[in-house]
C-alpha cells in the first residue's frame, strides 16, 4: 500500500472526522470510561473540521495521510499556539491533533505527517512546537520522544466526566533537519 501525504481539501472532511472518531475509539479505549467514548459523532467532528479547514490562517497546516484508492487514514493539525494549556506549554506552535487508524501504524507515516508540519511551521519562522498526550498513553509518547521530543508539565482536567492528567511535551525546531 502507499501512502500518500498531502494537504487537507474541503472534501476530505468526512474522511477526517471518520479517523478522528476510530482513531479516539482504537487509541483510548484502554484509558478512558465507556462513557466518555460514547458521545462521540464523526457529524459533530466533521462540523469541527470544517471550521479549521476555514480558518483562514497561513501558519496552520492540516495534511491528510491518503491510501490507495483515495481513502483517508490519517491527519494532523499544527499551527500557531493557543487556547488552554497555552501558557503552561510555552511553545510557539502547538499540535492540535494527530491520528492513524490502528491498521497502519508502525509504518513511518507519523513520522512524516509530523515532518510535514514541522517544515511547514519553520518555515513560517516557527522556532518551537509543543502539544498534549495522555500521560498513559505510552505508544504515542515513546513516538515523540524518538522524534526528539522532551517531556514538560503535566495538567489534569475532566474529559466528558472523567479526569484525565496529559504530559506536554517540546520539540525545538531550530534543532529539527
Ligand atoms: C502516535 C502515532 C501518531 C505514531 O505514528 P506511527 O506512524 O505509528 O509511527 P511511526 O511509524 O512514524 O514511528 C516512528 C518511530 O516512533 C517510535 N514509535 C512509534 N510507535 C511506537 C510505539 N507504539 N512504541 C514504541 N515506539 C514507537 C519508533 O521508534 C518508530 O520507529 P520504528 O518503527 O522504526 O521503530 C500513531 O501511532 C497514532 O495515530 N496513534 C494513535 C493516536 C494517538 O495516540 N495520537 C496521539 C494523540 S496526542
Not at 53 to 64: I, N, S, T
Request: proline content about 3%; charged content about 25%.
Amino acid at each position: 500500500m502507499t501512502i500518500r501525504i498531502r494537504d487537507a481539501a474541503e472534501a476530505d472532511v468526512e474522511g477526517i472526522a471518520r479517523v478522528h472518531v476510530q482513531g479516539w475509539r482504537e487509541t483510548y479505549k484502554d484509558f478512558l470510561s465507556p462513557e466518555a467514548l460514547a458521545g462521540l459523532s464523526v457529524e459533530e467532528r466533521v462540523q469541527l473540521w470544517q471550521r479549521a479547514l476555514a480558518e483562514p490562517e497561513p501558519r496552520a497546516k492540516l495534511l491528510v495521510a491518503e491510501a490507495d484508492g483515495g481513502e483517508i487514514v490519517g491527519f494532523i493539525r499544527g499551527g500557531p499556539i493557543r487556547g488552554k494549556g497555552a501558557e503552561l506549554l510555552a511553545t510557539e506552535a502547538e499540535i492540535f491533533a494527530i491520528y492513524l487508524l490502528d491498521r497502519v501504524k508502525r509504518q513511518g507515516i507519523g513520522r512524516r505527517l509530523m515532518a510535514g508540519v514541522f517544515d511547514h511551521l519553520s518555515a513560517h519562522g516557527l522556532r518551537s512546537v509543543g502539544l498534549w498526550v495522555l500521560r498513559d498513553n505510552l505508544s504515542a509518547r515513546r513516538f515523540y520522544e524518538t522524534l526528539g521530543g522532551t517531556a514538560g508539565p503535566e495538567q489534569s482536567f475532566d474529559l466528558r466526566g472523567q479526569m484525565v492528567t496529559e504530559v506536554a511535551y517540546r520539540f525545538d525546531l531550530t534543532l529539527q533537519g
